[in-house]
């Protein structure tokens, strides 16, 4: 992948007032629809799927605001057949907070996974950590990979909502 650092800055609204050259281009090569003029003006909220990400993110926002310190996480943002290792860097502008990705490396999928929302349909759908991508399925947090070689998962069945699970929550410690 060509495009290694996307980043974008929020506002103390946490609205998104801009972003760099590089989001076009990713969001385009990945075959999304969240472009810049899509996005700014609206609530970086707005693009974060699931109550637990929303805090757990807005107590990183609030911290590196509060503190006047940047803030660094890895975190994964797969694709269907790529999966995304990245960091996430948070800095002070004033009042506005410049949050940066830099990709740090990539895995091939196969086969891809794709797990449809379970917001989007009536029901609950697998946990899923928004921090590291496992699955929490039979008492356990997995990788997907691992959960569909064990025959626990189908991704093109099972619906997923995003939490944050207790090792990833105890990194924001």
Same mark, same amino acid.
């Given at each position: ?7 974008? !800055? ?10 760099? =050259? =590089?989001?076009?281009?990713?969001? +385009? ?18 693009? +974060? ?22 803030v660094s996480r890895p975190y994964r943002c797969d694709s269907p057949d ?24 990539? =895995? ?19 946990? !899923? ?5 496992? +699955? ?12 569909? !070689?064990?025959?626990?998962? =189908? ?19």
């Amino acid at each position: 992948m060509s495009l290694s650092t996307v980043s974008y !800055r929020i506002d103390r609204d946490n609205l998104i007032v801009d972003v760099s =050259e =590089e989001w076009d281009r990713f969001a +385009i090569a990945n075959g999304g629809s969240c472009t810049s003029h899509s996005i700014i003006g609206h609530s970086l909220f707005d693009f +974060i799927s699931g109550d637990p990400t929303r805090m757990f993110v807005r107590v990183l926002l609030d911290y590196c605001r509060h503190m006047r310190q940047p803030v660094s996480r890895p975190y994964r943002c797969d694709s269907p057949d790529l999966k995304r290792f990245m960091e996430m860097k948070i800095t002070c502008l004033g009042d506005d907070l410049l949050l940066t990705h830099r990709l740090l490396r990539t =895995e091939p999928i196969s086969p891809p996974v794709n797990f449809p929302l379970g917001d989007e349909v009536v029901g609950q759908g697998l946990n !899923r950590c928004s921090i590291c991508n496992r +699955i929490f399925t039979f008492g356990h947090w997995l990788d997907v990979d691992l959960a569909r !070689r064990r025959g626990l998962v =189908e991704p093109s069945v099972d619906r997923v909502e995003y939490v944050v699970c207790p090792v990833c929550q105890a990194s924001q410690k």
